[in-house]
């Protein structure tokens, strides 16, 4: 958008459009008839195409100005939703929102998108709640939750939810600091260990089996199945176990080097993780403000798809 363009002259286009006439848009937005005249010709200028005819009785739009109404009127509308949900925040302390992640979001996203959160609306009350694919899928289905962010499920897990993508993950196979397979990695040999594997009904567990079948791994009979990400770190780093997680889950244990990931190529197991929520409901302004700062976050991180 061409940043000369100001609010002032979105406003006059479409005042003076909705009355037909310059006098009675002057009139309506209380300036005169040359200052509006003025305003209106500053727009064309910057578009560089003409938006208005002017004639004896008032003004018509032409084809370009049928165009840019369009969205001008719906500028002015978002603009107007959204001064309304900041009002309506900043006199309700009452006003909350129910989210629930999945755990690689929650290690990774959310602290971020909280913090941002905080600051667009300090008087709101954010509950917040982690688990499994299908559980907070259910919950959210049943209205328990307002959004959920994490992966896409399976197809038959997604009914009645939309999804909105907002970046992509994989699947990492992470092992404390020392551990003899960060020293020989053979992922042929992962089942000489115990493994923190993805139980069913888990999101990233059908993509890790295909990933196991597809490079030759049989059954790994030694094997626990969770995605406590808080029992995943500290049973990691106290035992020679391999643990199979999504990589937000683990983020800053590998960036500390605390655990370390296995130099396999895992981009069979990559997906979309997004938002959900249920189609058939309107966000509150609570929860437009809360979508703001996860664009907010992500642009800042630079992982905006």
Request: charged share 20%.
């Amino acid at each position: 958008m061409d940043r000369r363009i100001k609010i002032r002259h979105i406003q006059s286009f479409v005042e003076i459009a909705r009355e037909g006439s310059l006098k009675r848009a002057a009139e309506k937005l209380y300036l005169t008839q040359p200052a509006i005249s003025k305003t209106l010709k500053e727009l064309e200028d910057i578009l560089g195409a003409p938006l208005m005819l002017r004639n004896r009785s008032g003004v018509s739009l032409t084809d370009q100005g049928e165009v840019f109404l369009h969205f001008a009127q719906m500028s002015l509308a978002s603009l107007q939703q959204g001064l309304q949900g900041i009002e309506q925040i900043g006199k309700d302390a009452s006003q909350r929102i129910r989210v629930g992640s999945l755990p690689s979001v929650a290690a990774s996203l959310m602290p971020s998108v909280v913090e941002e959160f905080s600051k667009l609306a300090p008087r709101a009350t954010l509950s917040m709640v982690d688990g499994p694919h299908h559980y907070l899928v259910d919950r959210l289905r049943l209205g328990d939750l307002d959004l959920v962010i994490g992966r896409l499920g399976a197809p038959d897990t997604m009914q009645g939810i939309s999804f909105t993508q907002l970046y992509t993950e994989q699947v990492e196979f992470v092992v404390r600091a020392g551990h003899p397979l960060a020293k020989d990695p053979d992922l042929q040999r992962i089942g000489d260990w115990q493994v923190l594997f993805p139980p069913a009904g888990s999101a990233i567990q059908p993509l890790v089996e295909r990933f196991l079948i597809a490079n030759g791994v049989g059954d790994l009979p030694n094997r626990i199945e969770t995605v406590s990400g808080a029992f995943g770190r500290v049973y990691t780093r106290n035992a020679d176990a391999v643990w199979v997680i999504s990589s937000g889950v683990v983020a800053r244990e590998l960036a500390d080097g605390i655990l370390v990931k296995l130099p396999f190529d895992t981009g069979l197991t990559q997906g979309p993780v997004g938002l959900m929520a249920r189609p058939e409901t309107t966000d509150t302004p609570v929860a437009q403000l809360f979508r703001l700062a996860i664009r907010n976050v992500l642009e800042n991180q630079h992982i905006i798809p």
